[in-house]
């Protein structure tokens, strides 16, 4: 019960250890990668970042088809808000991925990484989505209709992803390539632990988040009702 | 310190930051709901004050003790 | 009447308005006829043929966006999109017909679109037929459904070009692939793909995007 009300403290202070957890790991005990050196340890930060803006978009998304399903107004908040903290992880994907390909390759940009370009083009499509949002009246049928874009956004990263491989083909030849999975296993040890963190941290933002929105979309009612 | 090892504490750092600005933003959201709930609240005490009743049903029934 | 004896009609009646009217195809014709000769003038004298094969898809997903634009113009300014909401058929039908009229309008830009590109700049072969044709079925698709969307909102002809053209992006992949690529195939197959997934998605989701 008391886990219950207060989820966004339980999840911040498990954010909180795991990412210290994991962060310290990351620089002081797993060896350096054969390849690429010191440098790889960005990994154990872009990629879980990566994976949890994904989660968010996916919770989203999974809230906006239940809203569609069920038409209850509670679902909009929710799927909004975790579109919300999608883009704040993306937006970190993007930074983060362009240091690394600073590191990697000296330059802040590069066409050639599939994650990046494809994160660009996810945080213009969910930038839309607040445009969306904020040019449209609220009620029933901006939820709905926000709900069909967030849908359509879990479509469009695979075939975007699809998009940007095929791109290859002819923009320009695949000249980075930087290795899949093939971690020791305490390499993947520290990045599973970073990515449960990052997951809190998500996780402990939405709640905040959500109860902010909530507390925001109750005063306005109360507004309301006291004119 | 090498350079790798400068962009990637940069690169640990930049997530930092950006949940720290979230916290900054987050407090001034804060502020403006309570600034908001204090004009709402003086809102309804000058309502009472003035005789009406309150146009607002309290969300909870009021418990009675058994 | 059959659901496809409603879409039959709520096409023919958009196609008479537009003949009646004629506001949206001449404005499409000339744009993307300007659009061709502003990219003269943009690509450098010693550029590829390669680059205006991708500069006629840049030309296309912007002058479908100009006719998606105005595809709900009659309705929201006559306030018709109530009323068709109103009536005894599928909504998706009200979809399926403003797919139909705005792959017809895209049509006719193109058919003068191609040959104004084959003079002006490189041959244009049957492969890039193919792949105009599977990209108008997606950008009608998913622009109709956004455009609806768009025509809620206060910012209108503002929004559209923002929530369709990250979109888009698949399909000038798709397209600029077929046009210059060794193995067009592959990007045509891409195309169909995108064009399944996305009218399947779109004609699902309509109704909810245009009912109160």
Redesign the interface.
């Known amino acids: 019960m008391w886990l219950r009300n207060n989820r966004g403290v339980a999840l911040a202070s498990t954010a909180a250890l795991l990412l210290l957890a994991g962060?310290s790991l990351a620089f002081y005990w797993v060896p350096d990668d054969a390849d690429q050196?010191?440098?790889q340890?960005?990994f154990y930060?872009?990629v879980p970042?990566a994976l949890t803006a994904y989660a968010c978009f996916g919770w989203g998304a999974w809230k906006a088809l239940r809203l569609l399903w069920t038409r209850e107004a509670r679902y909009d908040l929710e799927s909004y808000t975790a579109v919300h903290m999608g883009v704040?992880f993306g937006?970190?994907t993007l930074?983060?991925g362009s240091?690394?390909a600073?590191?990697s390759w000296g330059v802040w940009w590069s066409w050639g990484e599939r994650q990046l370009v494809l994160f660009l083009v996810l945080f213009l499509f969910y930038s839309a989505y607040f445009m969306l949002r904020y040019s449209t009246e609220p009620g029933p049928r901006r939820e709905r209709m926000s709900a069909v874009y967030a849908l359509f956004g879990v479509v469009l990263i695979p075939v975007s992803f699809l998009a940007i491989r095929l791109a290859e083909g002819f923009i320009h030849p695949t000249v980075f390539t930087r290795e899949g999975p093939q971690m020791a296993g305490s390499m993947f040890f520290v990045f599973c632990v970073c990515l449960a963190g990052t997951l809190a941290?998500a996780g402990a933002?939405y709640a905040?988040?959500l109860l902010?929105k909530r507390?925001?979309a109750s005063?306005r009612d109360?507004?309301e009702?006291?004119a | 310190m090498?350079?790798?090892?400068k962009?990637?504490t940069?690169?640990?750092l930049?997530?930092l930051a950006?949940?720290l600005l979230?916290v900054v933003i987050?407090a001034f959201?804060?502020a403006r709901?309570e600034r908001?709930?204090s004009r709402?609240a003086r809102?309804?005490a000058e309502?009472r004050a003035s005789g009406d009743k309150p146009?607002?049903e309290p969300a909870e029934p009021v418990r009675t003790a058994t | 009447m059959n659901y496809f004896g409603d879409v039959a009609a709520l096409a023919r009646k958009d196609l008479l308005l537009e003949l009646r009217s004629r506001d949206t195809l001449p404005a499409m014709l000339l744009f993307v006829v300007s659009t061709l000769v502003v990219f003269h003038f943009a690509l450098p004298s010693d550029s590829s043929d390669l680059a205006a094969g991708g500069l006629l898809w840049v030309a296309i997903v912007f002058t479908a966006l100009l006719g998606l634009t105005r595809a709900f113009a009659a309705e929201r300014e006559q306030r018709l999109l109530d009323g068709l909401t109103l009536a005894p058929c599928d909504r998706s039908a009200i979809w399926l017909a403003k797919v139909a009229s705005v792959t017809a309008f895209l049509l006719v830009a193109e058919a003068v679109a191609l040959p104004a590109f084959a003079l002006f700049f490189a041959p244009v072969d049957a492969t890039l037929v193919a792949a105009v044709l599977l990209a108008d079925i997606g950008i009608a698709a998913v622009g109709t459904l956004l455009a609806a969307m768009a025509a809620a909102s206060r910012a209108r002809e503002l929004l559209l070009p923002l929530l369709f053209l990250p979109l888009a992006i698949p399909v000038i992949v798709g397209g600029v692939g077929a046009t210059v690529a060794e193995d067009a195939a592959r990007y045509l197959g891409f195309l169909a793909l995108y064009d399944l997934l996305f009218a399947i998605l779109s004609w699902a989701s309509f109704e909810y995007v245009v009912t109160e």
């Open positions: 962060i050196g010191f440098s340890r960005i930060i872009h970042v704040i937006i970190l930074v983060t240091i690394w600073r590191i941290l933002l905040n988040e902010g507390v925001d005063l109360l507004e009702a006291l | 090498t350079t790798a090892e962009y990637v940069a690169a640990y930049v997530v950006v949940v979230y987050y959201k804060l709901l908001e709930v709402l809102l309804a309502r146009t607002v």
